[in-house]
Each structure stands twice: as C-alpha cells, then as structure tokens.
C-alpha cells in the first residue's frame, strides 16, 4: 500500500468540530487517512448548519480519490455506534484517469468524478439496477450531480481481481459504482440523508469549497453525533 496521499494545501480542520470525532472515525477504519476523515467531518458539520441540504447527522461516507483503485477507499460509518460499516472499492469515471484519478469535472457529459460535499438521497432501479441520487452540495464542483445523473450503484466493473491483472478497476461515466455483491446493503446504509465526502488534494476545491471554507458563515459548529460510550468496531 503506498503512503497516505499528501494534504499538503488542506485547510485546518475546524477546531469547532469535537477532536474525538476525527479519533473515532480513524479508530473504526484504520486504514483511512486521519486528514481526510477530519476533513469529512468538517464539512459535515458545515452541512448540518443547512437545514435544506436534509443531512442525517448519524451517517457519514467518505471517498479518498487520492488512493487508486485497486485499493479500497470507500468507507461508510454509522456515528450513532461508532461502527465501520462498509470499507469497499468504488470506481471513477473514465476521463478522471486510469488507476489513480488527476482530473474532476461538474459538467454534463465529461464523464469525470466530482469532488465535494454530497447528500444521499432517494433510491430507484435504473439501468444499472437499484440506485442512489446524489445531491452535490458544492457550487461549481458538484451541483450538477442530479442532472448528470450521478448516482450510486453497482457494476460488474468494479471487480477487485480482475483490477488485480489489468492494473485498475473498470471506470464509469462519473459515477462512484461499487461490487454488485454489496450494491444494495450499501445503498441501503446510505440513502436518506446520509453525507458523502469525495475527497482529493485538488488546490482549486480546497480554496474555493464553502464546506470547508473558513467558519462556514459563522456562528459555532453543530455537533456532530458520536456517541462516547459505544465501542468502535469494523464490519
């Protein structure tokens, strides 16, 4: 496994936000890198301050598209237990690179990832058979995703042993698709509310995300619920 990636132009996590929770997080999905997670656990915070956005403050999804492929690096926890429930491959889109991703785009028919802020929210069966919508909460980053039609969902694609041979997983048009085996469970621990982080070390996004900038339009930070007394444990 290589190093973490660099979050070298990361801005510093919010000290508003409770330190345990950045600490929970990484206890429950070791493998994760910690800056990303506190990062995850900013914006939501910021996210919650939004009423609109419809955020479930006891779920949380983190993607890092800084890790290739061929390595899991989709995690999903339930704050409320303080429980990993899925760590999982997930695909990029076809024009955001081979194995490890370089390019994002918002825009329709780029077939590239999106970085940001995302909320689950309503499941349908689709072409690609039972699906999730995102909503992107980032202007100019994400706000797209309904219209784009990023979704998640599963394809034979993403196929770890295959990935194994050719060198990466098989892309998509932009959608984070995962193994068909975990589709529905997975999309079922994400829908309604749950906050989706797609992370990368993209100056650009990370100067210009208002999930992330400087107080989130003031005021304190909500809290984001962990609670203190359950044991951290991985699926």
Known sequence: ????????????PDRAVPDHLAGVLAEAAPA????????????????LRHPEFGVDPQRLGVIDYSRPSTE??????????????FEEWVAHGRNSGENLTARFSNRDGSYMTSLGGFTAQETYMGGNGYSLRLRGLEPGFNDRAR?????IHGAPY???????????????????AVRPAVARPLID?????????AYYPDRDWLQRSRLLSGDCGGGPAPAVHAASNAPASAH
């Open 158 to 176: 993403v196929n770890p042993a295959a990935a194994k041979l050719q060198g990466r997983l098989g892309r998509s048009l932009g959608c984070p």
């Open 32 to 47: 994760a890198s910690r800056e990303v997670l506190a990062l995850a656990a900013r914006a939501m915070s910021c996210a």
């Open 1 to 12: 496994m290589p190093p973490p990636a660099t979050v070298a132009h990361v801005p510093t």
């Open 189 to 197: 621990s994400l829908r309604d509310g749950t906050f989706v982080f």
């Open 147 to 151: 219209d784009r039609a990023i979704v």
């Open 72 to 85: 899991p690096r989709l995690w999903i926890f339930d704050l409320a237990r303080q429980k990993l429930l």
